[in-house]
Each structure stands twice: as structure tokens, then as C-alpha cells.
């Protein structure tokens, strides 16, 4: 059993693939090609704001968002302990300090409430990370970065498609960041990334930004740096996004059979409630005292899982000098030891869902 099988979504839509990547290949347009323009006014359509920037990653779309709005040294930007290194990491990039703040234990999510004590004079942004495809508490959110004059960037990696109150996650914040990893809920065939905003300022700043802070060819009009989003990728996206919702639709039939078929085993399922659609880009159950233990066995029926992540960020290395120890954080490092993400992906056969809910039942119980 694979955790995840791009292959075997390959498969489901070779040709279009195929065709995609021939056409830019006999094009020669490899860079900023027509697929680029394309992709960037589908996805701002998509999401339900006015434009988007193609870049080379999730990460850069990060960073550029932070230079866009003038973020940078001795500005704090605050951001959830429990993620993935790059929203902290761009922070810092930017010149910026990053201040954690505790998760929620439900929803893994960063916690409104922990949120607004962590603001001081110098806090200018928050980065609020819909995690495993789980909306943020936006509503909590928008209102505290309104009271206290606030930029919010959404860090949209693993939620492209989320709603929340009916309203897709992406078009609440001032810019929200994209990443097309392969591995995400629409990925590329390399790496990839876009940033989506209403802000006309920042696209036009972005979009010199990417090619060196150049509007015309060879005359920079500020430091800026080679990232862009290739054709190529472009065109892969292009032709996974007509398939996007259909794929979202199956990975919320597969986690609502994991939660009904799971709901009388002691572990915690994910949450949801009726004012968001979680788009699972992972499943993720929490085991209490012994999710290593599980783990273990579940490997050794080839049963494969992962852990997302084994350590917060204020417990990192490369953030051992900025913890602030007075701090607690203490939901985010509950979650790092007790989270475990099963396999999810459209292509998922029933019947290997069935061995792992049948494995899990078995090993708890
Ligand atoms: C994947 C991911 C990123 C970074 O995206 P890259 O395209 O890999 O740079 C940022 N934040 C979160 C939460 C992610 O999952």
C-alpha cells in the first residue's frame, strides 16, 4: 500500500498530461509562457479574488508576500507553533521575527485566543496556516487583524478548494500563498507556487519581483530575484484543475468513512463543522500515549503513515535562539507527539482503506 500514489493519478489523466507537456515543449516558451497567464486567472477565478503571481514555490510565495507589504526587521509576524517549517522560515527570510503562538487541540489550527495575547506594537502580520486542508477560525481571525490594524496572510499550502462560511480560504487575507508540490491537493510535476491577492500594488510589485525587479528586460528597478513559475508546471496545473473539485469530493467521501468507521476506537478523529468544508489533504487521527507503538505495527502490516510533524517549530533547532521560554505551547507539542496521518488521495482503493480501518480497529481494541 502507498501512502500516496501520484501514479496512479497519473494514469487517470495521461493524456491530457501528455498533451500539456508536448504543446509547451514545441512551443519553446518555457518561461512566462501563455500557460503561466492562463493558470494564475484560473486560480484567482477559483479562489474569488482578482489576481494571482506564478512563482517558483509555496515558500517564495511567502517571502514575496511579506517583502510586498513592506514586512521586515523589527516588524513581528505571528504564526502558529504546529507547521510546516517554511511559514516560519520565510518570516525570518524577510528579516522579520517570528512570534509562535499555540494550536488549538481540535482543530489543529492556530487558537484565536492565544492569538491576541501575542501581539505587541512591533506585531504586523499574522499568518494564519489552514492545516492539513482544515480552514482557520478566519471570522476570529479577520476581526482581531482589523482591531489591531493587522495584515493577514494565508498560508494556503495543503488547503486550495477549503471553505469557510461558504467562502473560499484564500480570500480573506490580504495575500494568501499557494504551493504546488507535488505532493498537495493539486500538484505539480516539480516544485511550484503562486500567491493570490486583491491588492493591485503587490502584483505589481510581485511580478517585477520574480524577474529580477525588472518591468522591462535588463533594467532592474529594485532587488529582486529569479522566481517564477516554469510553463511547463503551469501547464501540468492547468490541466489537473478542471479535476480539482471532483478529487477534493472523493477525499471527503474516504475521511468521512474513516471517522464512521473509526468513531468507536479511543483515538480523536478530525473535526468539522458545518460552517467549512476541510478539504483533507490529510487525514489525521490522534492516539494518545502510544502512536508510535501504533505506527509501528500498522508498518509492519505494510500499512503506511506519516506524522505531520514530529516536532513544533519553537522546538527546532533553527529556532532555538527566537523561543521566548515563558511561552506554552504546550497543545503544539501534545500534537506532534500524538498525530498520525493515514493514507488519503482519490485513487485510494476501498479496499486498502478497509485494511488500515481494519488494522487500526484491530490494534486498538
Ligand atoms: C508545502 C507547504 C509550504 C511550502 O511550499 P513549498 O512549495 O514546498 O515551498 C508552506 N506551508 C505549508 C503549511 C506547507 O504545507
Redesign the pocket.
Known amino acids: 500500500m502507498k501512502f500516496l500514489d501520484l501514479h496512479a493519478q497519473y494514469k487517470s489523466i495521461q493524456k491530457e498530461i501528455d498533451k500539456a507537456i508536448a504543446d509547451v515543449i514545441h512551443s519553446t516558451s518555457f518561461i512566462l509562457g501563455k500557460q503561466v497567464e492562463d493558470l494564475e486567472n484560473q486560480i484567482a477565478d477559483y479562489i474569488g479574488v482578482k489576481y494571482a503571481v506564478g512563482l517558483n ?6 517571502t514575496a508576500s511579506l517583502i510586498a507589504l513592506g514586512i521586515g526587521k523589527g516588524d513581528e509576524v505571528i504564526i502558529p507553533a504546529f ?2 517549517i ?2 516560519a522560515e520565510t518570516v525570518s527570510i524577510a528579516g522579520a521575527n517570528v512570534v509562535f503562538v499555540d494550536i488549538d487541540a481540535e482543530t489543529y489550527n492556530i487558537n484565536p485566543e492565544k492569538l491576541t495575547t501575542a501581539i505587541t506594537q512591533n506585531t504586523k502580520a499574522i499568518i494564519p ?1 489552514h ?1 492539513y486542508g482544515k480552514p482557520a477560525a478566519m471570522s476570529q481571525i479577520m476581526s482581531i487583524a482589523k482591531q489591531y490594524d493587522l495584515l493577514v496572510i494565508e ?1 494556503l ?2 488547503a486550495i478548494g477549503a471553505e469557510y462560511n461558504g467562502q473560499k480560504v484564500g480570500s480573506f487575507g490580504d495575500i494568501s ?1 499557494l ?3 507535488p505532493t ?1 491537493n493539486l500538484g505539480a510535476y516539480g ?3 503562486m500567491l493570490v491577492t486583491n491588492k493591485k500594488e503587490v502584483v505589481d510589485f510581485i511580478r517585477q519581483w520574480r524577474i529580477h525587479g525588472q518591468s522591462k528586460k535588463y533594467y532592474s528597478n529594485f532587488i529582486g530575484v529569479s522566481s517564477r513559475l516554469d510553463t511547463l508546471q503551469a501547464a501540468i496545473l492547468l490541466a489537473k484543475l478542471p479535476h480539482l473539485d471532483s478529487w477534493i469530493e472523493v477525499r471527503r467521501n474516504l475521511a468521512q468513512i474513516y471517522s464512521d468507521q473509526l468513531a468507536d476506537i479511543p483515538i480523536q478523529v478530525p473535526t468539522s463543522s458545518s460552517n467549512e468544508k476541510h478539504v483533507f489533504h490529510q487525514y489525521t487521527i490522534r492516539i494518545p500515549n502510544k502512536r508510535d507503538e501504533v505506527r509501528q505495527i500498522l508498518k509492519k502490516k505494510d500499512i503506511p503513515t506519516m506524522v505531520y510533524y514530529p516536532d513544533p517549530l519553537h522546538t527546532q533547532k533553527a529556532y532555538s535562539k527566537f523561543t521566548k521560554t515563558n511561552d506554552s505551547f504546550i497543545e503544539s507539542e501534545k500534537a506532534s507527539n500524538e498525530v498520525l496521518s493515514l493514507p488519503i488521495y482519490p485513487e485510494l482503493a476501498s479496499s486498502d482503506q478497509k485494511m488500515v480501518i481494519d488494522s487500526i480497529t484491530q490494534i486498538l481494541t
Request: aromatic share 14%.
Open positions: 514555490s509555496g515558500s517564495d510565495a511567502l507547521t510546516y517554511a511559514t496556516v492545516l498560508d499550502a495543503q500563498c504551493s504546488f508540490f498537495k516544485d511550484g507556487g
